[in-house]
């Protein structure tokens, strides 16, 4: 091997270790980086459940399972994480640096959709039927005293038993 090809194949090498230890995030680790915020925007108080208390990520995982799911959703959403992640977004930030990079993501066009977005299915996951994946233990009715229609669901998504 020359020294240019040598070279060439550290800079590539180099290059490309860079580009997967910042995206190192995706997959599981990208559903608890989204789950962080949304407990940040959706934090919930003692009288209220925060979107973790109603499983809002587990929630979206399995709604965004189902074939009438638009995809182009899910890849909004984390399109959004990573861009989060870019603008200095980490678990361990105090609420205070969370919330800078928070305003400041929202006063793009591309975070406040993204915000509405995750907040309506952080939202579904607040007021649906727990069968659905999110609304545990009915948390969400309970602390909007809502009592369910009747009947309810008993397979998600109108599948026939």
Known sequence: MNRRVFLSLGA?????????????????????????????LFPGHDNFPSSEDVRSVRYLKMVSRDRSFDQKDLQFIFEGVDELVRRGWRDR?????????????????FGSNWIATVLNYTFEALLG???????????????LRHHPGIPRPKVPFGRLS
């Open 129 to 143: 039927d727990p069968i659905y994946g999110g609304n545990m233990h009915q948390r969400g009715w309970k602390a």
């Open 12 to 40: 590539v090498l180099s290059t490309a270790s860079a580009f997967f230890g910042f995206f190192g995030h995706r997959g599981a680790d990208r559903w608890q980086l989204l789950q962080s915020m949304q407990n940040h």
């Open 93 to 109: 930030l105090s609420r205070r640096r969370k919330e800078e990079i928070m305003q400041q993501f929202a006063a793009t066009t």
